[in-house]
């Protein structure tokens, strides 16, 4: 993450990452680079040895004139899409047009 950029626990098992200045191809790339990182690292769980961990990861860019509640709505279904597309995969949502 860059230093512009925060991760807030948003709750339960999920968490928000605020990417400053970034498009939705952009928001794509970072989603997918974590993803795979986390799928890649070795998770050891007490009793039960080595687990695979997978995420799935939803986003949006923050649209013209579009308040917080509209835009993490979109980024919220954009999880859930990614969650009934298979798991494990990253799906950001078309961008909001201008009012």
Known sequence: MRETDRVV?????EFLIL?????PEAVLLAAERLRVAIARHG???LGRGPTAVT???????????EDAASW???ADEAMYAAKRSGRNRCVVAKARSAA
């Open 19 to 23: 990417l400053v200045d970034c498009p």
């Open 72 to 74: 993490l709505a979109r």
């Open 9 to 13: 626990r948003y709750g339960g098992e």
């Open 43 to 45: 998770w050891e769980v």
């Open 55 to 65: 995420a799935d990861r939803g986003g949006a860019s923050l649209g013209p004139d």
